[in-house]
């Protein structure tokens, strides 16, 4: 096996230039310092190769979830419930048979919440969250 000659070392330069720059420069070893030794081959690029069946169930597991999670949002957005403002008022309070939405726009807002506070009529919970919906939405409430 044929062996590849040494590459001869450089010269060094001479001259009183040369001797001033030696003087000014820094050592050897914090000019190399700040570089990257690479190892041989690191710019080839990777051979394709085709995937495991794992791999393949991992990335479909993967694209699976993404897409749950994407329908999960987009129905997350196109169903949620009215919110109070703009002359509308829309309420759901809890009650013993189940949430009870209280919901209405324009003469339907103002007489609910006119009738906030009248005797015989919103009571306890349903009466605070109706005053504070007749409020965001611009109403007076009583």
Do not use: D, F, H, N
């Given at each position: 096996m044929a062996r590849w000659p040494k590459p001869a070392a450089p010269?060094?330069?001479?001259?009183?230039?040369?001797d001033l720059a030696r003087a000014l420069s820094p050592p050897?070893?914090?000019?190399?310092?700040?570089?990257?030794?690479l190892p041989p081959g690191h710019g080839q690029p990777?051979?394709?190769?085709?995937?495991?069946?794992?791999?393949?169930?991992?990335?479909s597991g993967v694209g699976a979830l993404f897409a749950a999670l994407v329908i999960a949002v987009v129905i997350s957005i196109a169903?949620?419930?009215?919110?109070?403002?703009h002359g509308c008022v829309y309420v759901s309070v809890a009650?013993?048979?189940?949430?009870?939405?209280?919901?209405?726009?324009?003469a339907r807002a103002r007489s609910i919440c006119l009738g906030v506070g009248t005797p015989g009529t919103y009571q306890g919970s349903l009466q605070r969250e109706l005053i504070?919906?007749?409020r965001r939405a611009g109403l007076p409430a009583r």
């Open positions: 010269r060094e330069p001479t001259g009183r230039l040369a050897r070893a914090l000019r190399l310092a700040g570089v990257l030794i990777l051979p394709r190769r085709a995937l495991t069946r794992r791999e393949r169930g991992i990335l169903t949620a419930e009215p919110k109070s403002g009650s013993s048979m189940g949430a009870q939405p209280y919901s209405g726009c324009a504070g919906a007749c």
